[in-house]
Each structure stands twice: as C-alpha cells, then as structure tokens.
C-alpha cells in the first residue's frame, strides 16, 4: 500500500494517530489498542504501515503459540 497525499478511498487527509486492531481467528481474538496508524480525517479509515502489520502478525501468531483464547495488548504501554 503506497501512502501518498490523501485517503487511497475517499482521498481525504491522512494524520498520524492510531487505531485499534482487532483479529478474530476461530482459535483466537487478539485486541491491539494504540496501534499507530494514519488516520482519514473523512471516512475515518485507519491505514497501518507494513513495519506494524507485521508486528501485529507476529502478535497473532505468538497468541496462537501461546493457545491464547483473547490476547489484549497496549502498543503504546
Ligand atoms: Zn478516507
């Protein structure tokens, strides 16, 4: 996904905030909270970065590892 001026939706203006990031696998539910993000200022889209997405799949797969059955974790704690 290439950032660029505006929303890959709607075109609106990104800023740099955060999201909630919520997986729900049969085996698993993780809950990622103060996942940094650039948010849409219009439709309130969230776009997270590859560097993150690939924390937050190392946080499922580590939940998955662990047979954890809700995984609720604060990136920014
Ligand atoms: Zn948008």
Known sequence: MMFTHGCPLCSGELYEGTSTFTVDKQAVLVVVRN?????????????????????????????????RQLEVIDMAA
């Open 35 to 67: 996942v940094p993000a650039r948010v849409c200022r219009q439709c309130g889209e969230s776009w997270i970065k590859d560097a993150v997405s690939e924390k937050l799949e190392q946080i499922v797969v580590d939940a998955k590892l662990k047979h």
